[in-house]
């Protein structure tokens, strides 16, 4: 073996590490804040939690969305700095603000209406008006999330990724009083239940955008590229770039989370302990998806980087730093599950049939740790390549034509309940993993 090898890969992963340690940190608290819900839930009543658990599973919904398509703007602003174009990326930016509003607003009126989907899918009927009351306060943080994101995106695009770690934790600080407030009430105002608990995101949401929104015009380090320079209408062909890139990555992303959000979903007729416990174990499970997520971000920035500079080493190195953090962090992940499932679950609640399955259940979450990390890092790499449309097949194909038949199979018509569900879950990622691996490789081989 090249003995350059190991310390050109060694420099490969600090420089990701770099970038990713930031992202990691603000997507923890980001995902926190479902978590910050779920714990406040989970003392305020088993049922709140499950209305809580269910509302949840919608609202991720809408940012898998949201995140899905909107993850058109940092390969396409990675690629604009690779190839010294960073006066272009100020006009990117207002283009893509403009999609993200209009997005952000659709969302809110159909998350208003969440509550037909939840009738529809048999949630159980002492659940349903709490859940109804928990997106009725936290859709109308559809719009600022949106934006948030999109400024986001820009940001890390341009590799300055301490701005999503920062911002992202003084939100999670902020929701915890709040949340809590507005849940059981205090200083003249009566408790306000779910409801409440929704729209203290919702709030949070849309401070964490302002605040962000005024350091992007205010920081220097932003300054050559104009992001607020001028007031630009709505064009088509920008913005239906920026849709051919970002359409089939909400797809390939809407389906990954679909699929855990309708095994909830399907939970939800199996009562209010299943339900719990897999708000629970799949709460955790998120958390921990989120050092994969944020290591693959930062690949998308750097393999985007190296494209737009016409580097196909570089990029070839680039994917192989994300590959090996994620191979290292996913078996301590794993580890951690397999060894503290019972004290994890005794952290969200007390009640001890919650407790039992939902740590049963995080004994599946270890097992699919290093599929969920591969497809993540397969993922990052084939968007800085802005290679979008086969990976959505795949994605289709690998959760929806495998993973959801067999779980319900297992879990809803052979009777396994949760646990049959997340052998699905397992099987799904797992197919995903090895053919998002496999694309990256070809086009890889073809730069």
Request: glycine content about 14%; some cysteine; proline content about 4%.
């Given at each position: ?358 740590a049963h259940l995080l004994l599946f979450a270890a097992v699919f740790q290093l599929s969920d990390g591969l497809q993540a890092a397969s993922g990052g790499a084939l968007r800085g390549l802005k290679d979008t449309r086969l990976p959505a097949v795949i994605t289709v194909l690998a959760y929806w034509g495998l993973g959801m038949p067999l779980g319900w199979w297992l879990g809803i018509h052979r009777g396994g309940g949760a ?29």
């Amino acid at each position: 073996m090249d003995t350059a090898f190991f310390p050109r890969l060694r420099r490969e992963m600090g420089a990701t590490f770099a970038l990713a340690l930031p992202l990691v940190l603000g997507q923890l608290a980001s995902v926190g804040m479902n978590a910050v819900d779920t714990l406040l839930a989970g003392r305020h009543g088993a049922l709140t939690l499950a209305a809580v658990g269910v509302g949840s599973a919608v609202w991720s919904l809408v940012i898998l969305v949201l995140i899905g398509v909107l993850m058109a703007v940092p390969p396409s602003v990675s690629q604009l700095n690779g190839a010294g174009r960073r006066a272009a990326i100020g006009a990117l930016f207002r283009q893509a603000l403009w999609l993200a509003l209009g997005m952000g607003l659709v969302l809110l009126v159909l998350v208003r209406h969440g509550d037909r989907l939840l009738g529809w899918l048999g949630v159980a009927a002492d659940v349903q008006p709490a859940a109804t009351e928990f997106l009725a306060g936290v859709s109308w943080g559809a719009p600022a999330l949106a934006a948030y994101l999109c400024l986001r995106y820009v940001s890390e695009g341009v590799g300055l990724t301490r701005p999503t770690m920062l911002f992202g934790l003084a939100g999670l600080a902020l929701l915890v009083p709040l949340g809590y407030w507005l849940l059981w009430g205090g200083f003249g105002l009566p408790a306000l239940g779910a409801w409440g608990l929704g729209f203290a995101t919702a709030l949070v949401l849309w401070l964490q955008a302002a605040a962000l929104a005024l350091y992007l015009r205010r920081s220097p380090r932003y300054a050559d590229l104009g992001l607020f320079a001028r007031f630009d209408w709505p064009e088509p062909r920008q913005l239906g770039e920026l849709l051919r890139i970002g359409v089939p990555m909400g797809i390939a992303i809407f389906m990954e989370g679909t699929l855990f959000v309708a095994t909830a979903l399907l939970i939800g007729s199996l009562g209010a302990v299943a339900i719990a416990a897999h708000q629970i174990a799949i709460n955790l499970a998120a958390l921990c998806f989120m050092v994969p997520l944020g290591v693959a971000m930062a690949t998308t920035v750097r393999v985007g980087y190296a494209a737009g500079g016409g580097d196909g080493s570089g990029l070839r190195w680039a994917a192989g730093g994300g590959y090996a953090i994620t191979a290292l962090t996913q078996v301590v992940t794993a580890s951690l599950l397999l060894l503290a499932a019972e004290p994890l679950a005794r952290a969200y609640t007390g009640e001890p049939e919650v407790v039992a399955l939902a740590a049963h259940l995080l004994l599946f979450a270890a097992v699919f740790q290093l599929s969920d990390g591969l497809q993540a890092a397969s993922g990052g790499a084939l968007r800085g390549l802005k290679d979008t449309r086969l990976p959505a097949v795949i994605t289709v194909l690998a959760y929806w034509g495998l993973g959801m038949p067999l779980g319900w199979w297992l879990g809803i018509h052979r009777g396994g309940g949760a646990p049959g569900m997340w052998i699905g879950l397992i099987a799904g990622l797992t197919a995903a993993a090895l053919l998002l691996t496999w694309r990256f490789v070809r086009a890889a081989r073809a730069r």
